[in-house]
């Protein structure tokens, strides 16, 4: 079991009127080894807040959160930092690569943190030879500003995997996109899946996307449903 | 929803940010609003020291060393109904005997009940040995009521000190008295008829008793005219008063009968109590009293005939109808007395020896030679003992050897014959020459004439005397009344504008401020990008936008200049404070009070408001430029965006031209070895700093481009973000460093000295002592004479000492000690020839008609009858005259006349400020009773320095000597520059304090735009340590650059500066607390960032 949420409820408080404004209501996700799963539903919906809850980067007003089998409510900030650098990898919407750094850089961003020479060693490999799966060896060295969106996405998608995460997270990682470049980038996560290891969650209005994940849970109203499959 | 409804909703909304931007204004207009306040309080505490120096005297009339009747004050009076009072005053030492204290130069002011009613709160007159001291007076020798004071009072009298054959006084009378009252500011404690806002040390004396001790009797030489408020702006009034008033006594004129009337029976004589009559009186006498006869009586050393000789007579010296002959050029008469006495007859050739007097009562004996003509006997008339003037300190003496001439006389040469014609005939003159030889052989600066005489029987006396003071204008004998009080509110009025000097001083805090506005202004324009996007969206017009932006920014102006004008009042309290107690050296005094001008709080405001709105304004159009539909986008930033080809060469350039150029000009300095350079040095640290930029700037596009290390460490990502905001990072360096280096800077350009004043091209003109006296030296004391009436050559330590005594004239002080605006300044005399031999002085313009290389030359010609030329230093013409080299001063001459001193040179900083600086010689012609010396140059050894100061001013001692290096002198001058470069230090600190403060605005700016990259570190697994200190780092390499920055570029100026001249704790106080304040706002605005939730930067809704 990579991650799992029990019963999360997530509320914020409505400033002065002291009401609770419900995002998610006891939900419950398992998400297992090399899974692969698409979470849908309208705007405003939590699907963000859902996908940060897993990824660490929220906290649930209630309920449980478990990645790699520990409880994320045990740990402190600097070892959820940890698991979010070595476990789990991020893609957005935007692919907020950062302008002063090239391809490359970027794409090595996250292993910074990494102390292990070693490690590092093996990370560069790795982003190499990922590079060279998306298609972006050409570019390497160019600032993102020189990129196009869709590469800018790819490299992002490299970024997120340069750690070899067991969990990838992406939130509408092809809301940016045209269909050309989502289609590919859809193609990319879907394979990636399969080839990497690797667990997969999107959140994504984007059905086409979604057909090429394993699950399909809709949430509406805070509670989230099973759909079966297309 | 209305547009004012809007702008209230933006407002409100926006809060917290318009607080922050209405805070920035409210600085920039507490600046402005209380530097100019600072102006008002100044000029208003300036105009209230008039007050206090005046209290209701309106015109005065000081004639100084001229005395006239203190009865013309009730005459006056009377005439006027306005309050006159006279006023006898004297220089002199007050001493505390019983404590052992002095003050070697006080005001001694002989007052009477008339003088008290003058003032608003009226203290009794002093009576006989009584005292009135003003407070300073009491403060300085620990007097209080009830305490005996001794007084050295400045002898003074009727006959100029320095003109011949007037004995010398004794310099000073001394009398104790007991102090019967303590006045202060608002009584009479600040009487004083000269424009300084510094406390004058006042003693009050019975008019009475002073006139009696010093042998003037119901003489005054001052007089003062009340008047109400509205009185004092013409001086055609009490002048015409005083014309209509005065006496022939009042311009020292007697008639009378001769003093042997029975031998110059019928005979009235005109005489002055100064002896000599100058050419002016003389004409008048002439042409009122036709006929009369001029006559001119000198005291000759020896008249010889071969080897016979005889000492020490009378010669008289006259014409046709009183000589009854007509003597040639070269013809005397003389006396049986004098025929007998060396054998001589007419034909024989006579040789008369006698002295001419100099400055400083120097003598020069010279010598004529007579062919006697005629030989008369007691009978004839000539033989009148009233023909010798009278000559204090002979006219009474019982024999000859009582005689005190003023000059030498030996006494051996007196034999028994001589003591008896004395005893018989007294000055009865022994021969008498033509008016025109005498004329010739002994005229002198101060007359040739000693009488007038005319026929009393055919005279209608009052009719003569009415005639003659019609003839004559009181100015010609000093008798003038000046519109003190509007002089004093003028002077006041003109003063050092302190509004415009501490505008200056604040400019630094008033630029911070304003960056500070613009930084906030700006961050919240950006912020609202989007905002101003969708509002183009749905329609609105570019410049409605721009109206809502505008309007905001006009409501938070106003508000925040509002706030900030009354703020001002505070910043003017601060500033008042300072220049009240630790600022004092600027202003020489601490009575500044707090004056607010509603029209000044006003324009304050205004013009807060203004810069505002234009700063506001600007940051609008900069951000709102751009076409509407790039605004809803955000934008990517190009890292090296504006590093082009062209661009980086000019950097390359400027980067290594003035890095370049600036080490060669410090390599210059230390291989010329001619010493510091403060100027190259400021040049030479001033091009490290665009250089200094230039290469950050450098170093920055080539960590944008460069690759590095594939994995960048956290000293990389500061590196590359500093690159990417790299125009950001350069303002904020340049800011900082040019702060720092303007501080450092200032406080090492305080003005000092670098062991070189002792040259003659320095202030001093390398002389190493200033010694100022109290009470005038009469003497040469380069003379044999002169130093054996100090003792100076019964002193070792002063063998080779040599003194250049000047001539002053009293004036007002121009130096930048004096506040007030001045026009006439006290002129020195100096040897001008001298200086011009040892090219002494260094001078910061001249005249076209000065020679460059001779400049001292030009001051010895008189440039017209009426203009002599004068040298100033450049901060007197500059700012206590407010003129420039080329322009003329106005004075009035001894005889009333308008003299002008043509400015013809600005001497840099010297030993003279204060002071306008002519020539001795001409001085002298234009005021020809200037007697005595009371400074004097002093050229010594340095190595006996203080042993001469000691042995100088013990011996001087009841002259009130006070002997200073001259080193020192110009350190005194300094005080007020480095007080105001202290000034300039602090609010420099200040303004550099509010740059860091923008610092953590642009750290915060930086950071609102970079949630996102902020949030992704977070996301990406970074922990938030880490992310902290990147952001730590970054803004204290901006911080740390801009200090170091500042601080090398202020290095080759520190080199050369003495290191006790530098003020190092105020330097590295106020380097402390821009570190410690700019590491606060970086440490706390990072800590509360990263407090925040870092997700909503990554998200997009």
């Given amino acids: 079991m990579l991650a799992e949420l029990q019963n999360i409820t997530k509320y914020y408080e409505q400033p002065g009127s002291g009401t609770r404004n419900i995002v998610l209501n006891k939900v419950s996700l398992t998400i297992g080894e090399k899974e692969s799963v698409a979470i849908v539903g309208p705007s405003g919906s939590g699907k963000s807040t859902l996908l940060n809850i897993l990824g660490t980067l929220d906290r649930p007003s209630a309920g449980k959160a478990f990645v790699g089998g520990t409880e994320v409510e045990t740990l402190d900030d600097r070892r959820l930092a940890d698991i979010r650098n070595q476990f789990i990898g991020f893609v957005f919407q935007l692919h907020h690569l950062l302008p002063q750094l090239t391809l490359i850089e970027n794409i090595l961003l996250p292993a910074i943190p990494v102390r292990d020479k070693s490690l590092r060693k093996i990370t560069i490999e790795r982003a190499h030879h990922l590079i060279e799966r998306v298609g972006l060896s050409r570019q390497i060295n160019q600032l993102p500003i020189q990129l196009s969106v869709g590469e800018c996405q790819r490299a992002a998608v490299v970024r997120a995997l340069v750690n070899q995460p067991r969990l990838l997270l992406a939130d509408e990682p092809t809301g940016s996109l045209d269909a050309h470049n989502a289609g590919q980038l859809s193609q990319l996560l879907g394979d990636l899946n399969r080839e990497q290891d690797l667990a997969v969650v999107v959140v994504t209005h984007s059905m086409d996307l979604a057909s090429r994940m394993g699950k399909i849970y809709q949430l509406t109203s805070g509670e989230l449903h099973l759909m079966s499959p297309l | ?1101």
């Fill in chain 2, 1 to 1101: 929803m209305t547009w004012p409804r809007l702008i209230f909703r933006n407002l409100l909304y926006h809060r917290r940010q318009y607080l922050a931007v209405l805070a920035g204004v409210l600085i920039s207009t507490m600046v402005l609003t209380g530097a100019l306040t600072v102006g008002d309080s100044v000029r208003f505490s300036l105009q209230r020291v008039t007050e206090m120096r005046l209290g209701k005297i309106r015109y005065a009339l000081q004639t100084n060393d001229r005395f006239f009747s203190e009865d013309l004050a009730n005459t006056m009076s009377r005439r006027s109904n306005m309050p006159v009072a006279p006023v006898l005053q004297s220089g002199g030492i007050a001493v505390n005997s019983d404590r052992n204290q002095r003050i070697n130069h006080v005001e001694v002011n002989g007052i009477d009940g008339r003088f008290c009613k003058l003032w608003d709160q009226e203290l009794p007159a002093p009576g006989a040995d009584e005292a009135i001291v003003s407070s300073n007076v009491a403060e300085k020798l620990n007097l209080k009521v009830g305490d005996d004071l001794l007084l050295r009072i400045q002898n003074l009298g009727k006959a100029p000190s320095t003109a011949p054959f007037v004995s010398e006084k004794l310099p000073s009378v001394s009398i104790r008295v007991k102090v019967s009252a303590i006045a202060n500011d608002l009584q009479m404690g600040r009487f004083s008829l000269k424009n300084n806002q510094a406390a004058p040390c006042n003693v009050f004396i019975s008019l009475k008793q002073l006139a009696s001790v010093l042998h003037l009797a119901g003489y005054a030489n001052m007089l003062l005219v009340a008047g109400d408020a509205g009185a004092g702006t013409h001086t055609e009034m009490p002048d015409s008063i005083l014309k209509a008033c005065w006496k022939p006594a009042d311009a020292g004129l007697s008639f009378g009968h001769p003093v042997f009337g029975g031998v110059a029976a019928g005979k009235y004589e005109i005489t002055t109590d100064r002896i000599f009559f100058d050419e002016k009186t003389a004409n008048a006498v002439k042409a009122a009293i036709p006929g009369c006869e001029a006559i001119f009586t000198y005291l000759v050393n020896s008249i010889s005939y071969k080897e016979k000789s005889t000492p020490y007579s009378f010669v008289t010296a006259a014409n046709e109808p009183f000589l009854k002959q007509t003597l040639g050029n070269r013809e005397l008469m003389i006396n049986d007395w004098l025929a007998q006495d060396l054998g001589a007859r007419p034909g024989d050739s006579l040789m008369l020896r006698y002295f001419l007097m100099g400055p400083l009562r120097s003598l020069r004996e010279d010598s004529t030679r007579f062919m006697v003509k005629s030989v008369f006997g007691a009978g004839t008339g000539l033989s009148d003992p009233g023909l010798m003037p009278d000559f204090p300190g002979m006219s009474e003496a019982g024999n000859c050897r009582d005689w005190e001439t003023g000059a030498p006389v030996n006494l051996k040469k007196i034999r028994d014959k001589d003591e008896l014609y004395w005893k018989n005939f007294r000055g009865t003159p022994k021969a008498f020459i033509s008016m025109e030889a005498g004329k010739q052989i002994w005229g002198n600066r101060f007359g040739n004439y000693t009488a007038f005489r005319f026929n009393a029987l055919e005279t209608d006396l009052p009719a003569v005397e009415k005639s003659l003071m019609q003839r004559l204008a009181p100015a010609q004998f000093g008798l003038f009344f000046r519109p003190v009080y509007v002089e004093g509110q003028l002077a006041a009025k003109k003063s050092t504008d302190f509004g415009e000097l501490f505008l200056s001083l604040s400019f630094f805090l008033l630029i911070s401020a304003l960056l500070l506005t613009a930084m906030l202004f700006s961050l919240l324009a950006r912020k609202r990008m989007a905002e101003t996007g969708l509002l183009s969206a749905i329609g609105f017009r570019k410049h409605r936008i721009l109206g809502i932006l505008a309007g905001e920014a006009f409501v938070v102006a106003f508000a925040g200049a509002f706030a900030g004008a009354f703020a001002g009042i505070l910043y003017n309290y601060l500033l008042i404070l300072g220049l009240n107690t630790i600022w004092q050296g600027a202003v020489n005094a601490s009575l500044l009070v707090i004056k607010i001008n509603p029209a000044t709080l006003f324009a304050g405001a205004a013009s807060g408001v203004i810069t505002s709105v234009i700063v506001l304004l600007f940051i609008l159009w900069k951000n709102l430029r751009n076409p509407l539909s790039m605004l809803v986008k955000s934008k990517s930033i190009m890292p090296g965006a504006g590093s082009g080809k062209v661009n980086t060469i000019f950097n390359d350039v400027i980067a290594f031209f003035s890095t370049g150029a600036s080490m060669t000009l410090i390599a210059w300095m230390l291989l010329r070895g001619r010493g510091p350079d403060s100027m190259l040095s400021l040049v030479a640290g001033g091009l490290l700093l665009p250089g200094g930029w230039s290469l950050l700037n450098l170093f920055l596009i080539r960590s944008s481009v460069n690759p590095g290390s594939l994995i960048p460490g956290i000293g990389q990502l500061t590196i590359k973000n500093l690159a990417l905001y790299r125009s950001r990072t350069i303002s904020a360096v340049a800011l900082l460093s040019l702060g720092i280096f303007t501080i450092i800077i200032t406080g090492a350009n305080r003005k000092t000295f670098y062991g070189l004043e002792t040259t003659r091209d320095s202030g001093t003109g390398g002389f190493l002592l200033w010694g100022e006296s109290s009470l005038p030296v009469m003497n040469d004391l380069n003379t044999a004479l002169g130093a054996s009436a100090f003792g100076l050559n019964d002193e070792p330590v002063l063998k080779t000492v040599r003194y250049h005594q000047l001539a002053r004239l009293d004036g007002d002080d121009a130096s930048c000690l004096n506040l007030n605006q001045v026009s006439r300044p006290g002129m020195l005399g100096v040897p001008a020839s001298l200086f011009n031999r040892l090219d002494a002085f260094s001078f910061t313009a001249l005249d076209p008609s000065a020679d460059p290389s001779h400049p001292w030359k030009a001051l010895s010609a008189c440039l017209a009858p009426d203009v002599i030329p004068g040298f100033a230093d450049q901060t007197v013409i500059t700012y206590g005259l407010q003129k420039s080299v080329g322009d003329t001063l106005l004075y009035v001459d001894e005889s009333g006349k308008n003299l002008k001193i043509k400015l013809i040179g600005a001497l840099d900083n010297s030993v003279f400020q204060g002071n306008i600086v002519v020539s001795d010689s001409l001085l002298r012609v234009f005021y020809p009773s200037m007697g005595g010396s009371r400074i004097m140059l002093i050229e010594a050894p340095a190595n006996r320095q203080d042993s001469i100061i000691q042995r100088l001013e013990s011996l001087f001692k009841d002259y009130g000597m006070m002997v200073t290096p001259a080193s020192a002198r110009l350190a005194s001058f300094n005080t007020v520059e480095n007080t105001y470069l202290s000034v300039f230090m602090l609010l420099g600190g200040l303004g550099v304090m509010i740059g860091t403060i923008g610092l953590g605005i642009v750290l915060l700016r930086n950071i609102t735009q970079r949630t996102r990259e902020l949030a992704l570190y977070v996301a990406l697994g970074f922990p938030r340590e880490f992310v902290f200190k990147l952001i730590l780092k970054e803004h204290l390499v901006i911080l740390l650059s801009g200090l170091v920055l500042g601080l090398i570029a202020a290095t080759p100026v520190l080199l050369i500066t003495p290191v006790h001249a530098v003020p190092w704790m105020l330097i590295s106080g106020i380097l402390m607390v821009v570190l410690i304040n700019g590491f606060l706002w970086i440490y706390f605005s990072a800590k509360k960032i990263l407090s925040e939730n870092p997700l909503t930067g990554l998200r997009e809704e």
